[in-house]
């Protein structure tokens, strides 16, 4: 059964920093593509970074570029988003994501993690 349990959110204030962590188990990790996804309340789903199965190529939405940072750990079967410079409209639920192909629709979620930023 495959798993992805994200952790790590909370209420900060804006500036501060968050780090997100997504566990993930249930499928050959180093084989699969990771992103993270967040939803604001009224909002659709939006994509905001992406990591390759090896890890060496990472993509940005421009809203987060320079401040988020995707990484993964292979040996713990770990997705991380280090989230600086936070702003009030980052507050939403963050999700991680797991594909296997390059492109297309991902296809095992997380339940996400609410990130509340306060100004």
């Known amino acids: 059964q495959v798993q992805l349990v994200e952790s790590g959110g909370g209420l900060v204030q804006a500036g501060a920093s968050l780090r997100l962590s997504c566990a993930v188990s249930?499928?050959?990790?180093?084989?699969?593509?990771l992103g993270w996804f967040r939803q604001a309340p009224g909002k659709e789903r939006e994509w905001i970074a992406s990591i390759t199965d090896s890890g060496v190529t990472t993509r940005y939405a421009d809203s987060v570029k320079g401040r988020f940072t995707i990484s993964r750990d292979t040996t713990k079967n770990m997705v991380y988003l280090q989230m600086n410079s936070l702003k009030p409209e980052d507050t939403a639920v963050y999700y991680c994501?797991?594909?296997?192909?390059?492109?297309?629709?991902?296809?095992?979620w997380g339940k996400g993690t609410q990130v509340t930023v306060s100004s």
């Open positions: 994501a797991a594909r296997r192909s390059p492109s297309g629709a991902y296809e095992y």
């Open positions: 249930g499928l050959l990790f180093s084989s699969y593509r």
